[in-house]
């Protein structure tokens, strides 16, 4: 029976580092609780003394915390004794338990189930061994870069996508970092799997887009022109579109992402469907390396997009000019596909 109700969020802690149990109340469930379900997900146990079956359910609820050791957190709380926190919650009979997770309710149950139901509820909603070890490789990584050491970084995200290889984030995270370092082989063998996908995953194909700008400039003579050698091709022929999107890419590859989404964008105002609509499947892509991906919970990543770009300066940034260009260029788009 699931068990989600609306209303503020009341919980009770039972702190469960092995020795004494933490007494949760409602001035005290907000750090204890609350802040702990952003990490981790926190199993909620209401109970009472003089409830026989709670008396059953606890203890396998205690063991199965031992043994998922760390992979949920249970807590408890007294019924009798928090009946504010147990009315919040709208709870009619006990036991009941309420998971949480980011803060909110996801399911529950009722009554004293048995070991074999309660480890499928578990498993239904707390990451696997190897989701959990992988957490923590990638939070390696993440400190690897901010210190510099890419190649370390690199590897720290290899071994977390090896232990959880359904993982996108990671995959995207991985993707990313070797395009930046110039890994292009590692990068596109990475991005196969997800981009042969129905339908095609938009933050995969961006990258995909990225590198091919990359690549391109590697393998193309028109990889070394100046940009006014393409200008020059151009005003001779206003819809010499491939000549406009080689520019773009180019573009692309220096980090001049406006810049290509100009260029770009002339060639959508001219012929929307030009070689299977590539300038502007190319311009979405650009403005998904450019949109910052969701914060994490009690994290912020000011001024870099979810490809890892720096778009502005530090000052630009504390005026937080990237929302505004991103609708700008959004807008911008939309007027010429209307």
């Not at 901010?146 to 690199?154: C, H, L, P, S």
């Not at 232990?163 to 890994?183: M, V």
């Not at 022109?225 to 180019?250: L, P, S, V």
């Not at 290509?260 to 502007?280: G, P, S, V």
């Amino acid at each position: 029976m699931s068990l989600l109700h609306n209303g503020r969020l009341f919980f009770s802690d039972f702190a469960r580092t092995s020795p004494p149990m933490i007494d949760i109340t409602v001035q005290n469930f907000e750090t204890e609780v609350i802040a702990a379900s952003m990490h981790t997900p926190v199993l909620v146990d209401f109970w009472a003394p003089w409830c026989g079956p709670c008396k059953t359910l606890g203890p396998l609820l205690e063991k199965l915390e031992a043994e998922y050791a760390g992979r949920f957190k249970l807590v408890k709380i007294d019924s009798d004794q928090e009946q504010q926190l147990a009315a919040a919650f709208g709870i009619r009979s006990i036991p009941t338990c309420i998971l949480l997770k980011n803060g909110q309710p996801v399911d529950g149950f009722t009554g004293a189930l048995p070991e074999g139901q309660l480890r499928q509820f578990l498993d239904q909603h707390v990451p696997g061994e190897g989701a959990l070890q992988a957490e923590t490789e990638a939070s390696e990584a993440e400190a690897l870069l901010e210190a510099g050491d890419t190649e370390a970084a690199a590897a720290k995200l290899a071994d977390a996508l090896a232990q959880d290889p359904g993982n996108d984030d990671l995959r995207a995270d991985y993707a990313r970092l070797l395009i930046a370092t110039g890994a292009f082989e590692e990068a596109a063998a990475l991005l196969d799997e997800p981009l042969k996908r129905e339908p095609r995953p938009l933050r995969f194909d961006a990258l995909r887009r990225w590198l091919d700008a990359l690549e391109f400039v590697q393998r193309d003579e028109r990889g070394d022109w100046a940009i006014e050698q393409f200008d020059a091709r151009i005003a001779e022929n206003k819809r010499d579109f491939d000549t406009r999107f080689a520019k773009a890419r180019a573009l692309m590859a220096e980090g001049q992402w406006t810049a290509a989404m100009d260029e770009l964008l002339e060639i959508i105002m001219r012929d929307r469907k030009w070689n299977d609509e590539a300038a502007r499947k190319t311009y979405v892509a650009i403005l998904e390396l450019l949109t910052p991906p969701p914060p994490k919970p009690g994290a912020g990543a000011e001024g870099k997009s979810a490809g890892g770009i720096e778009l502005t300066g530090k000052a630009a940034a504390q005026e937080d000019p990237q929302a505004a260009l991103l609708s700008g260029y959004r807008r911008k788009l939309s007027m010429a596909l209307n």
